[in-house]
């Protein structure tokens, strides 16, 4: 069980008490998250460190909860507040009341000056990293509740390689925000392997609660994630090598790209990129985007699918 696991469960808690306060005993939690009664047990422990959770015939209940230390520096403030503005950007509708409030919440606490100063320093830092393509506010919550309480999902998906929907049962392991959009990550039976899913292609879905799968104790979202350049993580490993010119080395070489990235610069002041990625398609999109300062080298596949898209683009302005 991972750490981010075991706190979107405590959450999930919080939210069945406070919505059906006294419904719910240690039995009926651990059916429902599907875990021991000695791991509800110690939820119950923890939250009790963060406020009054009461029992009474055996059932739960809560009052108000108490997170937040009553003093913040002014970095540590100023930090919160971007972080969640910067969240609520990302997460659209299905976070952004609940962090509005909790923002607020935060400025009470803070004593006047701080909050003066936190006001002004917010004023001078913009964090941009908005939602390109929209997606369902209940789809996304749904998916949430679905990875904690490990329930398979049926979907209709629009790939956007294929013009016709296609029916999928998806084990759901996690949800990233990549490019700018929202993706579930998830074991595709009809694929037979993990796949990923943009959460604005998925065009209905139903949480099946008549089953549980088995979350896989060898896989950690972000690891799997960062085997491949963005998306494509479930390929072969190969390597990819660039050349880009002495016009952008300087700034390609600063870039913190990919944890395989190896870079060589050249006495002519040209620079070779290496990478390993499980997937590499996804990679034409951000060579092009350099223009000819770039040029693909290895693999032979990639180069010729680079090539054949600099020349479609170049027979479209006529050259």
């Known amino acids: 069980m991972t750490l981010e696991e075991q706190f979107s469960r405590l959450i999930q808690i919080l939210q069945l008490l406070e919505r059906e306060p006294y419904t719910w005993d240690a039995a009926g939690l651990e059916e429902r998250f599907a875990v021991s009664r000695a791991t509800i047990e110690r939820d119950i422990a923890v939250l009790r460190q963060w406020g009054q959770v009461k029992r009474k015939g055996g059932k739960f209940g809560l009052a108000e909860m108490q997170f937040l230390p009553t003093s913040f520096t002014p970095p540590e403030a100023l930090a919160l507040r971007l972080a969640g503005t910067a969240f609520a950007a990302q997460a659209g509708g299905a976070y952004k009341g609940a962090l509005t409030s909790a923002l607020k919440k935060i400025d009470l606490v803070l004593p006047r000056q701080i909050a003066a100063e936190i006001r002004r320093a917010g004023e001078r830092v913009s964090v ?95 690891e799997w994630l960062s085997k491949g350049w963005q998306l494509q993580a479930g390929g072969e490993p190969t390597e990819v090598v660039v050349r880009f010119e002495r016009e952008v080395a300087a700034w390609v070489a600063g870039g913190h790209w990919h944890p395989t990235q190896k870079i060589e610069k050249l006495p002519d002041g040209t620079l070779i990129f290496r990478v390993t990625v499980h997937g590499y398609e996804e990679m034409i999109y951000w060579i092009l985007s350099f223009g000819a300062q770039a040029e693909a080298l290895e693999p032979a596949p990639l180069r010729a699918a680079v090539a054949e898209a600099s020349q479609k683009m170049a027979a479209r302005y006529g050259i």
Not at 199 to 212: A, C, P
């Open 128 to 222: 941009s990293l908005p939602v390109i393509r929209d997606f369902s506010v209940e789809t996304y919550q749904s998916l949430q509740a679905a990875i904690v309480s490990h329930y398979p999902v049926d979907i209709t998906y629009f790939s956007r390689s294929q013009s016709e929907p296609t029916k999928r049962r998806v084990d759901p392991y996690g949800l990233t925000y990549k490019i700018g959009a929202w993706y579930l990550v998830g074991y595709c039976h009809l694929r037979e392997g993990i796949r990923t899913f943009g959460l604005d292609r998925i065009k209905w879905m139903r949480v099946v609660e008549e089953t549980r799968f088995v979350y896989p104790a060898d896989f950690d979202l972000s």
